[in-house]
Each structure stands twice: as structure tokens, then as C-alpha cells.
């Protein structure tokens, strides 16, 4: 918290910020001392003594703090908006690798293997990734394409899921599993 944060509110809550005018709705005052609050947190963090300043020349009525809640806005940084809508966009399109992640060794002739293929819309559904990228929670190798990873894990029989946190292999399992025991396993919950 900034120190003209602070400033603002300990004048919020221990100084009365509206000025009383006789012809002057409790909303309206409100309204006035959320606009002149707003407008001493806009100033730049060298004019310390002058925000200072501005809180105290503020005097009144009392400030409903129900209202204040309700129409306060964030504070927004000195960066443009089109630029944060970048780098927030930029941050969903590339997700990050997550620390444990799931291999599930198959191929597209294996029957068995196409028996774990209803699960995946299902772990979609609810915000897992799931696909063939390094990003993925639940990443599917198709044992005809990645010979290098069937021989580095040791896979003999396919369907195999494999469990890794950190890059190292946790647990592994044989088994059909259904989207919620997958969900399971991934969290080593899975017995």
C-alpha cells in the first residue's frame, strides 16, 4: 500500500470529507468526497505533502462508507489499457508448464486406449488441458510418434499413465481410468 493509500484511508475513516451544504443530498456528498478522494490518490507519489494537503482542506458532513464501498473504483496503473490487454492476453495464450503433469501412453490402434477417450472432453469441461503440448495437464503420447519417450519410460503395454512432478515419475498405472479417477491420479490421490 502506497503511502497516499493509507493517507486516504485513515481520512476516510477517522475525518469527516464532505462539505456541508444545507441543499446537498447525503449521496451527492458522498459522491463529491469519493471524487476529490480519487483525485488525491491520482496524483503522483513525489507530491506527497501536496496530497496531504488536499485531504486536509477536505472538511464537512460524514462520509456514508456503504456508498463509498459501492462506488469506488481500483486505482488503475500508469500503463496504457491497450497494453495490459496485450500482456494479459499474451499471459492466457501461453500457459505456463505445470509442475506435476500426466503422460498417458496410447496409440491409435489400441483398442484399450480408446477406451479412455470419453474422459477428455470431460477434463476440458472443467479448465484441464489436455493434449499433445509440453503445457498440458494431462499430456497424450502417441506411442508410433514418440519412440524416444516409450524407451526413456520404460513403457511395455499400453494404455500406461504416468505421473510427474518436476520431471520425475511419481506413480504409474495400467489401469482405464475415467475422467475423475484421472483427476485423482494426477493429484496422487488415486490407491
Sequence with gaps: MNP??????????????????????????????????????????A?????????????????????????????TSSEPQADRAKKSAAEKQTPKVPRRQVLIFKATWCGACQLLNPAWPKLRRVDWR??????????????????????RYGITALPTIVLLEDGREIDRTGQILNAVDLAEFYYGRLR
Design 47 to 75: 507530491a506527497d505533502d501536496k496530497s496531504a494537503t488536499a485531504l486536509k482542506s477536505l472538511s464537512g458532513g460524514v462520509i456514508d462508507l456503504a456508498s463509498f464501498a459501492l462506488d469506488a473504483q481500483p486505482v
Design 4 to 45: 497516499i493509500s493509507g493517507l486516504l484511508i485513515g481520512t476516510l475513516l477517522s475525518v469527516s470529507m464532505v462539505p456541508s451544504k444545507s441543499d446537498m443530498s447525503t449521496a451527492a456528498s458522498a459522491r463529491l468526497a469519493v471524487s476529490q478522494a480519487r483525485a488525491c490518490l491520482a496524483l503522483p507519489a
Design 130 to 151: 489436455v493434449g499433445s503440448a509440453r503445457t498440458d495437464h494431462f499430456r497424450l503420447v502417441d506411442s508410433d510418434q514418440h519412440p524416444d519417450l516409450i524407451s
